[in-house]
């Protein structure tokens, strides 16, 4: 089952959404998911050319960072990470 943890542009931003936003340093449409263990991270409006250098700073980050302190304390832990993004207005992933 899908836990929704935040959506980037509502005006109270979850600790995990502002160490995400924080972290990639761009201002686009975000949603977190977390099923089980895994995490999944949604990115809408993130251009190709910058996705890479998004992930880059997210895998930086994520070696110093306790995904754990920042999310529910209800939830499992999180061991797996994955980071997608699309076009505004579409419906999947590219």
């Not at 995400?20 to 263990?37: A, D, P, Y």
């Not at 994520?62 to 832990?77: E, G, S």
Request: net charge positive; proline share 6%.
């Amino acid at each position: 089952m899908a836990h929704p943890v935040d959506v980037s542009r509502s005006k109270g931003r979850s600790p995990l959404a502002q160490w995400f936003h924080q972290t990639v340093e761009l201002s686009v449409r975000t949603q977190f998911r977390l099923r089980g263990n895994s995490l999944y991270i949604l990115c809408e409006g993130l251009p190709q050319a910058e996705r890479t250098d998004a992930l880059i700073r997210l895998v930086e980050s994520l070696k110093h960072t306790d995904l754990n302190k920042l999310v529910p304390a209800d939830q499992p832990q999180i061991y797996q990470v994955s980071l997608d993004g699309r076009v505004s207005g579409q419906n999947r992933p590219e």
